[in-house]
């Protein structure tokens, strides 16, 4: 089978009788095998598939008989970092440093996404390039400053280092597990403990790679403490308020940790929460029947609460808050009513 830098395009593919039910990203992926599914995605989700003639939809089911048009090279946007003129919430700022609330919705530098503006635009490192006149370089260029992450649809504190020293100090204490980051997290269900710790390992998934997993012994080593904080009992099933620690900085590692323990957090549809809420009777109580709509939230409900480290050059121990956001606030408050 040729590489896909090798077809002529555009090219045309048959869809066999033996493909019906498959999707589409599925069944086209092995037919361009040098792409890679997100690539595959990507490339259908911007309108370069043709499927019968028309644009296409990524997770569309082939019935058999059809015919898959691919129009162009399957070529994803050059990351770069420049810098752009956002709004940055910055809590504390001094020559080595500064510790920024991220809003949810910003990737922090950049990275996935079908074109050009999704992948490179609109993130916090070119936010930071815009305000600070000196960044870390450590990162890499794509990465000036970004000592650790947070999840594009998670939002607050992240700590960015302003110089090369301050970097390598400050990656230290997170290498050695000093530095204390603590979470708020919505999730769906009731506790069996009101407190406890997740040390499964978390490891790429081998068939979904825009997920993570707690399924393979290979994965690396993760550690989540949680609490409960409040329980609350909705027209929508029972959710549960926790404050969440982390020893570790897994790529979605709460998410994950708390989805493998069945309390998915609110608004992650990627691991598990509904899309949307929906009333567990049809016949609801007088309790019920206060809910005016139906709560929505258009993100994770994960919030970085809190962050404590020591600085790099006078050794204070700093420690840093930052509350809910209004969103966040107003979705809780809905579920409180009912």
């Known amino acids: 089978?040729?590489?896909?830098?090798?077809?002529?395009?555009?090219?045309?593919?048959?869809v066999p009788d033996s493909a019906?039910?498959?999707?589409?990203?599925?069944?086209?992926?092995?037919?361009?095998?040098?792409?890679?599914?997100t690539l595959v995605q990507e490339h259908i989700s911007v309108g370069k598939v043709l499927l019968n003639g028309k644009p296409a939809k990524v997770s569309q089911k082939l019935r058999g008989g059809e015919l898959v048009k691919v129009l162009e090279p399957l070529q994803r946007a050059p990351l770069r970092a420049f810098a752009e003129d956002i709004a940055l919430d910055i809590v504390y700022e001094d020559d080595q440093l500064a510790v920024i609330?991220?809003?949810?919705?910003?990737?922090?530098?950049?990275?996935?996404?079908?074109?050009?503006?999704?992948?490179?635009?609109?993130?916090?490192?070119?936010?930071l390039l815009h305000h600070f006149a000196a960044l870390s370089g450590v990162g890499g260029e794509l990465r000036p400053g970004i000592v650790h992450r947070l999840d594009r649809e998670t939002s607050g504190l992240i700590l960015v280092a302003k110089t090369d020293a301050a970097h390598r100090k400050l990656a230290a204490q997170f290498a050695k597990r000093e530095v204390k980051k603590q979470y708020?997290?919505?999730?769906h269900g009731r506790f069996k403990q009101a407190s406890g710790t997740v040390r499964t390992p978390i490891a790429r998934d081998p068939v979904h790679r825009t997920r993570m997993t707690s399924r393979l012994a290979e994965g690396r080593a993760a550690i989540t403490h949680y609490a409960v904080r409040e329980e609350m009992e909705t027209p929508f099933g029972v959710f549960s308020l926790v404050d969440v620690q982390i020893d570790t900085g897994r790529t979605h590692q709460i998410r994950v940790h708390m989805s493998s323990l069945g309390h998915p957090v609110a608004g992650d549809t990627l691991y598990g929460a509904p899309e949307e809420l929906k009333q567990l009777s049809r016949n609801p109580s007088r309790s019920q029947m206060r809910v005016a709509s139906q709560?929505?939230?258009?993100?994770?409900?994960?919030?970085?609460?809190?962050l404590?480290?020591?600085?790099?050059?006078?050794?204070?121990?700093?420690?840093?808050?930052?509350?809910?956001?209004?969103?966040?606030?107003?979705f809780a408050t809905s579920l409180r009513a009912g």
Do not use: C, W
């Open 308 to 330: 404590e480290f020591v600085h790099p050059t006078t050794g204070e121990a700093l420690q840093f808050s930052a509350p809910l956001p209004p969103e966040l606030e107003r």
């Open 101 to 127: 609330h991220k809003p949810a919705g910003m990737m922090v530098h950049a990275g996935a996404g079908a074109t050009e503006s999704l992948r490179n635009r609109g993130t916090l490192v070119n936010a």
């Open 1 to 14: 089978m040729p590489t896909s830098a090798a077809l002529t395009y555009p090219f045309t593919i048959a």
């Open 295 to 306: 709560p929505t939230l258009g993100r994770n409900f994960l919030h970085a609460a809190r």
């Open 184 to 187: 708020v997290a919505l999730v």
């Open 20 to 37: 019906a039910g498959q999707r589409l990203d599925v069944f086209l992926t092995p037919h361009l095998p040098d792409a890679g599914r």
